[in-house]
């Protein structure tokens, strides 16, 4: 028998309960989950795409990139916040669990009209019917979405992300059979529509197999609609919704210009040149999105174990982003020509310019987060939407002068002025420097920036096959990142990871050390 020691209980539990799994351990064992399932998905969508890209033509990405802005904008459930309102709710019951499906479908069933009624609209405006059809079909794909996130929903409330991760997992890498089967019969830009609807179909199946198996829904006839839940939910969420949507403006207002004032094809070019400097936002989406925001909204009434918790957050994004930051730079052509073929080295120069500011979009990613998950999202509001007004009045004019190439430095000019605001309130509310975190990793991106330059002129490096090249560029700067991380900051480093390892080892559940 495990004896319960009174001074160690969980505040809130009462002495002789049973003791809570803490609350370190489950943010930390979940966020494992997270991170694996997302890097699993990131590896076979890597994999998957190169292979896409090989098959297809620029125009293809550069329809769907257009498109998507479309479905995006006509999409209403991400505006309503639903989600995080059903989120920071006490408790899953009937009635709140009922309250959510219904305004869930209920938008997504709007959305869809909408979309109907945008398609001539679209084809009028000579967008072209790919186009037009192309965002129907994707507002589609958002129902089986939406109703999948009310399944993955609930078990995030518990910080029970192994088995939607798991579904996730298994539902990502089948959703590219038909995907690859249509691109190798001439299915262009159907190909990649076809699986997204394929992914968030199966991934709607799997999510509420595990509920109904599990048996963790409030019992059937308890479900209900309550108007006045409906009402707060509403409140809180439209106020998170606005920050998805003008979030939403601040990523996909790019494509719009260069689609709309360009063309499809460099849109295309742009494309995957943006999707590979997104990587360090791959690698840290799912975190920051599911397993950061749960904590953070549980420690909120806790100023310690908060800041404490968001400066762990902080040093994960720097350090897994950093590497693969210079690894980018450093690889640009070669990487293009390798997974791409030389078709695409139009996308190097987008690459480059992108890749500098891809380790601001995680950091920003985990200022919204934060922000939302403590109860202020006006905080994410205000500061979007001065990123949104510098996208806008800088976008334009830079798009309508240089093309892509403009877009891409407006977007890069947006993203400095983010940050800089969120981080500055950020350390009003919890004291978390970021500069602090900052200032070493700058130090060793500099020194190893400045001895690829010296190696790749003085060495035979470039003499190299493509496939080594690449290889020894890229280990070059994720190993030398890393000892210089250690060399200049050695105790910082060795404590956040052996923190993080002993959390992630720990079998004893009742004996792990909270925050």
């Not at 479309?70 to 709140?96: N, V």
């Not at 190798?184 to 179909?201: I, K, R, Y």
Request: aromatic letters at 12%; glycine letters at 10%; one cysteine or more.
């Amino acid at each position: 028998m495990v004896q319960v020691n009174e001074a160690a209980q969980p505040r809130g539990q009462e002495p002789g309960q049973p003791q809570e799994t803490p609350l370190a351990y489950r943010a930390v064992r979940g966020g494992l989950w997270v991170a694996m399932s997302s890097y699993w998905q990131i590896g076979v969508g890597f994999v998957a795409n190169i292979f896409l890209t090989r098959i297809l033509f620029p125009e293809a990405f550069g329809t769907l990139a257009l498109a998507m802005v479309f479905a995006q904008i006509l999409r209403l459930q991400p505006r309503l916040g639903l989600g995080r309102a059903f989120a920071q709710h006490r408790g899953t019951d009937g009635r709140s669990l009922g309250t959510y499906l219904v305004l869930e479908g209920a938008a997504a069933g709007l959305s869809l009209a909408l979309g109907v009624l945008a398609v001539p609209v679209l084809l009028w405006l000579n967008y072209g019917e790919a186009v037009a059809w192309v965002s129907l079909a994707l507002l589609v794909g958002g129902i089986l979405e939406s109703l999948a996130a009310v399944g993955s929903t609930v078990l995030d409330k518990e910080l029970r992300f192994a088995q939607s991760s798991l579904v996730q997992g298994i539902a990502f890498p089948l959703s590219y059979v038909p995907a690859f089967w249509m691109a190798l019969h001439d299915g262009g830009v159907w190909s990649l529509v076809a699986q997204n609807l394929v992914f968030n179909g199966l991934f709607f199946l799997g999510i509420w197999w595990v509920l109904l198996r599990q048996g963790r829904l409030p019992a059937f006839r308890t479900w209900r609609f309550d108007r006045t839940l409906a009402w707060r939910f509403l409140g809180f969420g439209v106020t998170v919704g606005l920050v998805t949507f003008i979030g939403l403006l601040l990523t996909q207002l790019d494509n719009f210009y260069i689609g709309t004032f360009v063309d499809a094809r460099e849109l295309g070019f742009y494309d995957r040149a943006y999707r590979l400097a997104q990587w360090p936002v791959l690698l840290m989406n799912a975190l920051l999105t599911r397993a950061a925001f749960f904590t953070y909204a549980r420690l909120q009434d806790d100023p310690v174990r908060l800041r404490r918790t968001a400066e762990m957050v902080l040093w994960l994004v720097i350090t897994v982003s950093m590497p693969v930051l210079l690894a980018l730079i450093v690889t640009a052509p070669d990487l293009l020509t390798l997974l791409y073929t030389a078709r695409w080295l139009p996308s190097t120069l987008f690459l480059r310019i992108l890749v500098i500011f891809a380790l601001v979009r995680p950091l920003m990613l985990n200022a919204n987060t934060f922000f939302i998950a403590v109860g202020k999202p006006n905080l994410t509001v205000r500061y979007n939407l001065v990123q949104l007004a510098v996208l806008a009045l800088a976008g334009y004019p830079l798009t309508v002068r240089w093309g892509a190439l403009g877009t891409a430095l407006a977007v890069g000019l947006m993203l400095s002025v983010g940050v800089a605001l969120s981080y500055r309130r950020m350390a009003q509310e919890i004291g978390v420097n970021l500069l602090r975190f900052l200032a070493g990793p700058a130090l060793a991106g500099g020194i190893l920036l400045a001895g690829y330059w010296w190696l790749n002129r003085n060495t035979g490096l470039t003499e190299l096959p493509l496939a080594v090249r690449v290889a020894v560029k890229g280990l070059y700067a994720v190993g030398g990142f890393g000892a210089l991380t250690f060399l200049l900051q050695p105790r910082q480093s060795r404590e956040r990871l052996g923190y993080v390892l002993r959390l992630a080892r720990r079998k004893d559940e009742t004996t792990c050390t909270t925050y």
